[in-house]
């Protein structure tokens, strides 16, 4: 089955300075990539996606890239503000998992104000 | 996306009890899922509720203890049965498309704590 590996666990970072998490899987046959924001005492929020048609998304300072070769695909947020302060996780589909998404296992972001 | 709802959002139970937890959607959807999120850990899928049909069931996971209801394409129950300490979860349910290519929307989730 899928294996989705989420890199670092912990991540602190100044307010204001770059942040980026980068999620592995192994199924090449794997075509669409969720990143999910959760914060405390709440469900996860879909906060921007990615198909394997594409090398990268962005969505005001939320960006997403994607390498197909490597099977690996990273999130990015800049300007980071308090609010971003939670935990992401990444996940990959595959048609192979019909319809079932793989979860990594999260990623907790500090924002230092 | 879709608005989605449970109730209740928190609980505490006794040991050998059961609880049932209900997923409401105000759009009709094609797929249905539910999740256990234990402390600190990542999502683990425990079924795919399908409407009008049993639920299918993850490795690790069996009906007897988390019987699933899909009645129509916007509402959905998963109960616990016979809980232990180890249920202590947050169990979350989630939305999806046959033709979303993978998206899904979960709910708010329900925190659940067994004594």
């Known amino acids: 089955g899928e294996n989705v590996e989420q890199h670092p666990s912990t991540l602190s970072v100044q307010e204001g300075d770059s942040a980026v998490i980068k999620c592995t899987y192994s199924d090449s046959a794997s075509n669409y990539f969720p990143w999910y924001k959760q914060e405390l005492g709440k469900g996860p929020q879909l906060i921007i996606d990615?198909?394997?048609?594409?090398g990268e998304k962005k969505d005001q300072r939320i960006a997403v890239t994607l390498n197909k070769t490597a099977k690996h695909f990273s999130l990015h947020i800049t300007e980071t503000q308090p609010e971003d302060s939670a935990v992401y996780f990444c996940a990959a589909h595959s048609p192979r998992r019909n319809n079932r998404l793989a979860f990594g296992k999260g990623n907790q972001v500090v924002v230092i104000p | 996306s879709a608005v989605i709802s449970q109730k209740p959002s928190r609980d505490i139970c006794q040991r050998g009890t059961s609880l049932t937890i209900q997923c409401q959607v105000d759009?009709?959807?094609?797929?249905m899922f539910w999740y256990r999120q234990q402390p600190g850990q990542s999502l683990t899928l425990i079924a795919t509720a399908n409407q009008g049909s049993e639920a299918t069931y993850e490795s690790g996971f069996v009906i007897d203890k988390f019987p699933i209801s899909r009645p129509n394409l916007t509402f959905s129950t998963l109960t616990v049965s016979n809980m232990s300490p180890e249920d202590s979860s947050i169990y979350l349910c989630?939305?999806?498309?046959?033709?979303?290519?993978?998206?899904?929307?979960f709910g708010p989730g329900t925190r659940l704590l067994v004594l």
């Open positions: 990615i198909r394997s048609n594409v």
């Open positions: 759009s009709q959807v094609t797929m």
């Open positions: 989630s939305v999806g498309g046959t033709g979303t290519g993978g998206t899904q929307y």
